[in-house]
C-alpha cells in the first residue's frame, strides 16, 4: 500500500477555526493519510484527544502506522459517528474536520476503479464489505435510472447518449472495466469535451455506488447536534453537488439559531497553494460555531 502523506488542504485556515479548546475532543472524519491530522495533533494539549475515522480500510491501516497510539482511529464511515461515539462513552465533542476530497491513492490504486485513465476493475466502493459497486450499477442499472444518476450527480449534458449506449453495448457482453466504459463514453461524446465528461460520468457513479451525499447529510447533521456549545465543524468540499449540501444544512442549523456561520462565503485557496498542491483548486472550506446544546436539527433536503 502506497498512502503517499499529500498536503493538507488549507490546512491553516482549518486550524484557525477548528481549534478553540487545545485540551478538547476532536474528530477527523476524514483521515486518510493523515494529513490534517498530524496538524491538528500538534496544536492540542497532552490532555486533548484526537479521533480519526475512515471508511476506506487501506486508509485506516496506513493512518494507525503512521500515528501509532497518539490518534484513536476506527474504520468507519462518519454517517455512522453517532454510533461510534456513544460507544467510546463520548456525548459531546470539540469540534470536527470533514475532508471530502477522494484522496490521491484512491485515484492512483487501478484496483479501486475510480480512475478513467487507470484499467481496473468497475469498483469504486470505499468500504469493500458493501455490496453495491459500479459495475453492478452499469450492468444492471434501467437506462432511465443511469440517464438520472449521471444529470443529477454528474450535471453531464451528454447523459441520455452515454446511457443509451451503455445499454446498447452491454447487450452483447458485460461492461467490467474502466477502460471498457471509458472508451464507450468514448463513442459518443465529441473528442473536445470527454475528459470533462469522463470525470463527471466517473464521479457520478462513485457518488452512486457509496451514497456520498445521503451519507454527508447525515454526518453534517449528527457532527453539529454532537458538538459543545462553542464547539466548531469545518467541511471542505470539491464539487458544487456537495457544496450545497454543506451550504444548505449551515443555513437550516443557523435559522434554528443551532450554530453562528463562520464563513460567510466559501474560502478557497489562493494561488500560492494551487501552485504549490493541485488537488486544492476546487476546494471550498465553510465552518460554523455551535451555539445552542439541543440536538433538534433534523433531515435537511
Known sequence: MNYEFHNPVLVEKVLDLLITNPGGVYVDATIGGGGHSERIFKKLLPTGKLIGIDADEDAVVFSRKRFGERVSIYNCNFSNLSDLLSDLKISNIDGILFDLGISSYQID??????????????????????????????NNYKESELTRLFKLYGEEKFSSKISKEIIKQRKYKSIDTTTELSNIIKN?????FINKTLARIFQALRIEVNQELDVLKKGLIDAINLLKVNGRIVVISYHSLEDRIVKNIFKTSAEQKLVKILTKKPIIPDEDEIKFNPRSRSAKLRAAEKILNIKTLANVQ
Open 109 to 138: 490504486n487501478a484496483e479501486k476503479g475510480f480512475s478513467f485513465s487507470k484499467e481496473g476493475i468497475l469498483d469504486m466502493r470505499f468500504d469493500k464489505n458493501q455490496a453495491l459497486n459500479a459495475r453492478y450499477v452499469i
Open 188 to 192: 459518443v461524446v465529441n473528442k473536445k
